[in-house]
């Protein structure tokens, strides 16, 4: 494949990254030069991996800010035997970088929950049909029904069930219960609406999602 092939499509990309070299990298030369050699994030968000949910947008985050974990469906998986890169992932933002909040994120109109409402579509998937067991939780902490979420409401309650089901996971990882034990970290459950731009935050006392912003 010649190089020309190869940039074919890529255009949007690197017209970007042309804009990154000459407007923005120079502009924040002295923060990267700080950051060339080491990272101290104090949090570890964990969100989905759909295109839509840009946390350094969202949030107005920058470089070293976010410690970040994405997989589709925004799992945390707690099958005991198994590698995956999602655990290893918390385990060395708890252990190494001593994060000291971790934001499980999921998001309105999520692939993931979709396909695990209705499984069709999934039959050349082995992998991600695989994956989507993680998801079961869900239905068990599925959320009451939001009038504002209109005709995606049952959708939006699973996917608000599947946060409050990962949250669990989250806190049932080694390196979390034990941080969590000795105070040394906080776990927040996050519902982001790309309709709206709006967050929730799940409530773990009233055991319900509430505007982040009050
Ligand atoms: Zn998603």
């Given at each position: 494949?010649?190089?020309t092939?190869?940039?074919?499509?890529?255009?949007?990309?690197?017209?970007?990254?042309?804009?990154?070299?000459?407007?923005v990298?120079?502009?924040?030369?002295s923060?990267f030069?700080?950051?060339a050699?080491?990272?101290a994030?104090?949090?570890?968000?964990?969100?989905?991996?759909?295109?839509?949910?840009v946390?350094?947008?969202?949030?107005?985050t920058g470089?070293?800010?976010?410690?970040?974990?994405?997989?589709?469906?925004?799992?945390?998986p707690?099958t005991?035997?198994?590698?995956?890169g999602?655990t290893?992932?918390?385990?060395?933002?708890?252990?190494a970088?001593?994060v000291?909040?971790i934001i499980?994120?999921?998001?309105?109109?999520?692939?993931?929950?979709?396909?695990?409402l209705n499984r069709?579509?999934l039959?050349?998937?082995?992998k991600?049909?695989?994956?989507?067991?993680?998801?079961?939780?869900?239905?068990?902490?599925?959320?009451?029904?939001?009038?504002?979420?209109?005709?995606?409401?049952?959708?939006a309650?699973?996917?608000?069930g599947?946060?409050?089901?990962?949250?669990?996971?989250?806190?049932?990882q080694?390196?979390?219960?034990?941080a969590?034990?000795h105070?040394?970290?906080?776990?927040?459950g996050?519902y982001?609406?790309?309709?709206?731009?709006?967050?929730?935050?799940y409530?773990?006392?009233?055991?319900?999602?509430?505007?982040?912003?009050?």
């Amino acid at each position: 494949m010649s190089e020309t092939s190869i940039a074919t499509g890529l255009e949007k990309l690197l017209e970007g990254h042309k804009r990154f070299q000459k407007d923005v990298f120079p502009v924040k030369r002295s923060q990267f030069h700080l950051l060339a050699e080491m990272q101290a994030p104090e949090y570890l968000f964990i969100t989905c991996s759909d295109s839509r949910i840009v946390p350094d947008l969202i949030l107005q985050t920058g470089p070293g800010d976010l410690f970040l974990s994405r997989c589709i469906g925004n799992v945390v998986p707690v099958t005991g035997s198994d590698m995956d890169g999602i655990t290893a992932t918390i385990e060395y933002a708890v252990e190494a970088l001593k994060v000291k909040h971790i934001i499980l994120c999921g998001h309105s109109d999520c692939g993931a929950l979709k396909a695990a409402l209705n499984r069709k579509g999934l039959e050349n998937l082995p992998k991600a049909s695989r994956w989507l067991h993680h998801v079961e939780g869900a239905f068990t902490h599925r959320q009451p029904l939001n009038p504002a979420d209109g005709e995606h409401a049952e959708l939006a309650s699973i996917i608000r069930g599947n946060v409050v089901a990962q949250l669990i996971n989250l806190r049932a990882q080694p390196s979390v219960a034990k941080a969590l034990a000795h105070n040394k970290i906080e776990v927040h459950g996050w519902y982001y609406d790309i309709l709206t731009g709006c967050i929730e935050q799940y409530d773990e006392q009233q055991r319900k999602f509430l505007p982040l912003l009050a």
